[in-house]
């Protein structure tokens, strides 16, 4: 070959080099964009099964919406006559009632966490008595309200008192068929289904009733929603819907369930029919949460409500994001503490004079309210919601005037006040 052909091949080999590398280059450049898109694509679906889910949920939230406004002329005022549809037993000492409306109108809508009050004449006492019981299902079966009581029996230091008046009523006495009094659902804690924060639930005993009622709405809902639902009780026996807890965990990928059993029986199987063994405690959720970013909502005895509080402070989580509805008075010391700081009195404590009592004590500081000045006191008042609402803890004032904690849900008679969610202003005698 001479030079010139061999410069030719030279240059044909070259460009032929050129060509494949460029046609490599091609292909990579191909491929890349292929993936690309393929991973484009992949995001959009993504993207739009997560707008319709949302869609799906804003269809749901207007539908429940629409149906409460519908319901909103259904609420009535004073008490309404309702009959036990059904009375079922959970576990011991502790019945369901299934209440329906008597006049068979529709019943209006109720947040989940809410109670409704009840006044009862019981035979052999003159007066009617009035307590509330949180409603123990979700606001979307439209045609019963159900509630769920415990019998109340004598507090352990004092097993010579009679055992809870109403509880025993209901749960000993009542029947089906029976027409109770009682007044619209009512109260301040509950669960806003609008907003999309995880949850997590905290109860004991009893407790347990309104977070039934929220978790099932969440359920109902077809919410995603983050829900941690925690729930101490002895064993077994004191175990409240069992059996529904059992059948419903691990059904839905947003629904955790933890029960703790403090004293489990031989026939309790753990991993089955409670998971911890011991107390629920905050030391229990810091091993299971994923972190402490969480709204809570807390129900239960006072022991088991002032240690979650102040472990869950201590844990960081804000005041703001701590819910809790007390059974009874003097549940949670420190949450009302801004509210009370502001109106410790300097100087001497005032004096509170029960008068009917004949009885005097100095005011202590530390305490939330009258009505649990008086029962530490001894002294026994009535009480019903202990949040301003019912009206049966009023009692007259024969001389001072009191301060309001919170505004009372309805207006006071002049004279008197909510001993529930008052503290004195100065010396006080009241009519009790
Ligand atoms: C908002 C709210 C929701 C509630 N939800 C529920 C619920 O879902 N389920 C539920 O079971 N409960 C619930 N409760 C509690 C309920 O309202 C009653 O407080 C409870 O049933 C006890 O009432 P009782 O009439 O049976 O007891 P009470 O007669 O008021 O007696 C209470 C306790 O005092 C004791 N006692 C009686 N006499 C004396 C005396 N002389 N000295 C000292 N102690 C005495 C009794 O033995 C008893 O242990 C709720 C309470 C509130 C405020």
């Excluded at 959009?44 to 406004?69: D, F, G, N």
């Excluded at 123990?136 to 055992?163: L, Q």
């Amino acid at each position: 070959m001479n030079p010139a052909e061999i410069e030719i091949m030279r240059q044909a080999s070259f460009a032929s080099a050129v060509g494949w590398l460029f046609l490599g280059g091609l292909g990579v450049h191909l491929v890349l964009q292929v993936v690309g898109q393929l991973r484009n694509l992949k995001w959009q679906r993504e993207q739009e099964e997560m707008a319709r889910e949302r869609l799906r949920w804003e269809i749901k939230a207007a539908s429940a919406q629409y149906v409460q406004v519908q319901q909103s002329s259904a609420a009535w005022n004073g008490f309404r006559k309702f009959k036990i549809a059904q009375k079922q037993f959970e576990c011991a000492g502790v019945f369901s009632f299934f209440l329906v409306p008597h006049d068979g109108k529709p019943l209006p809508p109720f947040k989940p966490g809410q109670y409704l009050t009840f006044q009862l004449n019981i035979p052999g006492h003159d007066k009617p008595v009035v307590r509330c019981y949180s409603i123990s299902d979700s606001p979307f079966h439209t045609n019963y309200y159900r509630v769920t009581i415990k019998r109340e029996g004598a507090p352990k230091d004092k097993p010579g008192v009679p055992p809870g008046l109403a509880s025993s009523y209901f749960v000993d006495r009542l029947r089906e068929g029976d027409i109770l009094d009682v007044k619209a659902p009512a109260g301040h804690f509950y669960l806003d289904l609008a907003q999309p924060q995880p949850i997590v639930l905290l109860s004991g005993g009893v407790g347990i009733t309104p977070m039934l009622s929220m978790m099932n709405a969440i359920i109902e809902s077809g919410s995603k929603r983050e829900v941690w639902f925690f729930h101490g009780a002895r064993n077994r026996l004191e175990h409240i819907q069992r059996s529904y807890l059992m059948e419903i965990a691990g059904q839905y990928e947003n629904i955790h369930i933890h029960i703790c059993y403090s004293q489990p029986m031989a026939e309790d199987v753990q991993g089955r029919n409670f998971q911890h063994h011991g107390r629920l405690t905050v030391e229990l959720l810091k091993s299971l949460l994923p972190s402490n970013n969480f709204q809570y909502f807390l129900c239960g005895n006072g022991a088991f409500m002032q240690t979650l509080t102040t472990d869950l402070e201590a844990w960081g989580v804000p005041e703001s994001a701590i819910h809790f509805e007390a059974f009874g008075p003097a549940s949670v010391k420190k949450k009302a503490a801004p509210a009370a700081a502001a109106m410790v009195l300097t100087g001497p404590q005032p004096q509170i004079t029960f008068a009917k009592s004949g009885k005097v004590f100095a005011w202590e500081p530390a305490m939330l309210n009258l009505l649990d000045f008086a029962r530490e006191k001894g002294i026994r008042l009535d009480s019903g919601c202990c949040a301003g609402s019912c009206g049966s803890c009023l009692v007259a004032i024969q001389s001072g005037s009191v301060d309001y904690l919170k505004k009372p849900d309805s207006s006071v008679e002049t004279g008197s006040c909510l001993t529930c969610i008052c503290r004195p202003q100065g010396d006080l005698v009241i009519d009790a």
